[in-house]
């Protein structure tokens, strides 16, 4: 099933790049997963999404970038009304505290990981963010049981009401 | 719209159009307009052109244009039919099974709000200890006590919630993997059948012969269905055992939680608790069901247990759904539709036996396709039908029937689009539908067996 999903990775190293590729391909499946080596890049890619009915669940980000940096990158994105919702997290080994700071504030920035990286643990951060967004905006999250928490989804079936007997 | 839903609607438009254009020998005006909606509703009830509570509402709007004494069209007094005041159609939302329901759903609400359901599992699953075998018993017995009170789909999440955190410690070759994972919604399947309230197909049944001016109890439905319900629940379990036998050789059954004691909660304990037990004493005290029903809507909305929110949030929808199906009835009653499909067939051909295998079997196939509140809407008519016309005999006869419908849509659970319950676990991706295809096929055919043999061997014995 292919959904109307994205994930977005952003990041200016091919091979870094391909490696944060490579560790989420589990999500594959079930979310579009495209690719930005720079700030300018992205904002285009968000807005095709946008224009062909796409959500942009996820966002993960490197904050050294040519051109704009990650953080006003992700800033921008809060700001707008589309991607406000969009999980926000930043991959960077060069991000001073200011930075962070400002992204915690002004982008919401949901997680902070610090090169390099444990695939289990960017798959766990991706699974759970993913999960959180899943539950907020879509009408019918069972295709996404099995790839997401499915305790949580189930939960938020059960609490939210989404779906009576026929 | 997707190519399926685009076919229905022009399948839909077509069917409606059909009794419009061609007169049907021994079918009167109004009865050609009934069969008009009935192939209308019928059409985007199998597409799902519309969502199928849709279909309900527009089913009313349309019989109270077309067939009711305030609608569009004047029958002369020649017509041999007496118009329905358009009341009737709308009041089906007010019929005393809808507030049966609405009571229900109130309860149902409520307890999933203070937690209830969750705590009244964790203490129930206690004394099963851990070896797999008994622990899937608890598991199918709570599971089918709680679907029997609340909505079977929300039992199926809360269970689902339950068991994630046990399949997630054992190996993933394990075989109880998904004998546990089936175990739950075809638990809340059979669970849904013990109660009028249990699940919406049982309500439409009700609601069909209460207008044949048969009074069903809750506690009689219980006597007419429990039987049944606790031999396939029985069944089941045994059958998952067969086919998926546990490797492991104990699970550990861990569930943290604590009982809400806030002043809110407690009358939520208490008026689930009261509720439940005027339901099933209805024949000591003699208060309907569907007034004992008003308890826990006025008690947790006056405590403010239950709050605005709470009201905006009930499952309005299936209760439309539910109404339209009754309306339904109604009009193929009233307009002689459903006499002149009944007397089409030539049912003296068949031996009673033989036809009441027929109504399970037809439920139950469609069943598992439809929406199991459809595939009653749509039977329910002609069942009582064929029963009153003294095909089948008798009051026993009319009750028989209902009770066949009822039960046999509820056994339909092989697909994963056969029930919310089934849909959620395969979803999980623990199961595959190939295993559900095979268990649940078998327990469909057991239970239409159990079915006909209550017909002959029960039933009537305590009706």
């Not at chain 1, 902070?112 to 539950?135: F, H, N, S």
């Not at chain 2, 269970?159 to 190996?171: C, F, G, H, N």
């Not at chain 2, 007034?291 to 309005?316: M, S, Y």
Request: overall charge negative.
């Amino acid at each position: 099933m292919k959904s109307e999903i994205y994930i977005l990775v952003i990041e200016d190293e091919p091979e870094v790049l391909d490696s944060i590729v490579r560790d989420i391909t589990e999500f594959e499946e079930h979310f579009n997963v495209e690719m930005a080596d720079t700030a300018e890049e992205a904002e285009e890619l968000v807005e095709e999404i946008i224009e062909e009915d796409g959500k942009i669940g996820l966002v993960l980000c490197d904050h050294v970038l040519p051109g704009k940096n990650g953080v006003e990158l992700l800033v921008e994105m809060q700001k707008e009304e589309m991607t406000k919702s969009t999980r926000k997290v930043l991959i960077t080994g060069q991000a001073g505290l200011d930075e962070t700071v400002k992204a915690v504030n002004e982008a919401d920035l949901k997680h902070y990981i610090a090169k390099p990286w444990q695939k289990e643990e960017l798959v766990q951060i991706t699974r759970d963010l993913l999960t959180d967004y899943v539950i907020e905006h879509v009408k019918d999250p069972l295709p996404y049981m099995k790839v997401l928490d499915s305790e949580r989804i189930a939960e938020s079936l059960r609490t939210g009401r989404k779906m009576t007997d026929q | 719209m997707d190519k399926t839903k685009l076919i229905g609607l022009v399948l839909g438009i077509i069917g409606f159009c059909i009794p419009l254009l061609i007169s049907f020998p021994g079918l009167s005006l109004p009865g050609h307009l009934a069969l008009s909606i009935f192939l209308l509703a019928a059409v985007f009830w199998m597409f799902e052109t519309i969502p199928i509570y849709s279909t309900s509402i527009l089913v009313i709007l349309l019989e109270v244009l077309l067939l009711s004494a305030e609608g569009l069209i004047s029958f002369g007094s020649g017509s041999g039919y007496d118009p329905v005041p358009f009341s009737q159609f709308v009041g089906t939302l007010a019929n005393p099974i809808i507030i049966l329901f609405l009571g229900g759903f109130v309860l149902a609400d409520a307890a999933v709000k203070y937690n209830f359901d969750k705590n009244m599992t964790r203490i129930l699953l206690k004394p099963f200890g851990t070896s797999p075998a008994m622990i899937m018993f608890g598991l199918m017995a709570v599971t089918a006590f709680l679907s029997a009170f609340m909505s079977n789909t929300a039992t199926t999440a809360m269970m689902v919630t339950v068991i994630i955190p046990i399949l997630a410690k054992m190996e993933m070759t394990d075989p109880a993997r998904i004998s546990i994972a089936l175990s739950i919604p075809f638990a809340a399947n059979i669970g849904g059948v013990a109660t009028p309230i249990g699940t919406p197909p049982n309500a439409v049944v009700i609601a069909a012969l209460n207008q044949q001016g048969l009074n069903i109890e809750f506690g009689s439905w219980m006597l007419y269905a429990l039987p049944l319900a606790l031999i396939m629940l029985a069944f089941a379990w045994f059958l998952l055992l067969k086919l998926h036998p546990p490797a492991l050789k104990s699970i550990p059954l861990e569930m943290k939680g604590e009982w809400k004691t806030s002043k809110n909660a407690w009358i939520l304990y208490i008026v689930f608790g009261v509720t439940v037990l005027l339901w099933v004493t209805e024949s000591l005290h003699g208060i309907k069901s569907s007034i004992v029903a008003l308890i826990p809507v006025a008690v947790l909305t006056l405590t403010q247990a239950f709050e605005k929110d709470d009201i905006r949030n009930l499952p309005w929808e299936v209760l439309w759904l539910i109404a339209g199906g009754i309306s339904l009835g109604i009009a193929m009653k009233e307009t002689g539709l459903a006499d002149w499909i009944v007397g089409s067939i030539s049912w003296e051909q068949m031996s009673y036996l033989v036809l009441l295998s027929v109504f399970a079997i037809v439920s139950l196939m469609m069943s598992n396709f439809l929406s199991n509140t459809v595939t009653a809407s749509l039977l329910i008519p002609l069942g009582i039908t064929l029963a009153t016309s003294g095909v089948v005999g008798g009051p026993a006869g009319t009750l028989i029937i209902g009770l066949i419908i009822a039960l046999s849509t509820s056994f339909a659970m092989v697909l994963p689009i056969s029930t919310p319950p089934n849909a959620i676990a395969v979803s999980t991706g623990v199961v595959e539908t190939k295993d559900m295809i095979v268990s649940g096929s078998i327990i469909g055919i057991v239970a239409i067996v159990l079915v006909i043999l209550m017909t002959n061997f029960y039933w009537p014995h305590i009706l």
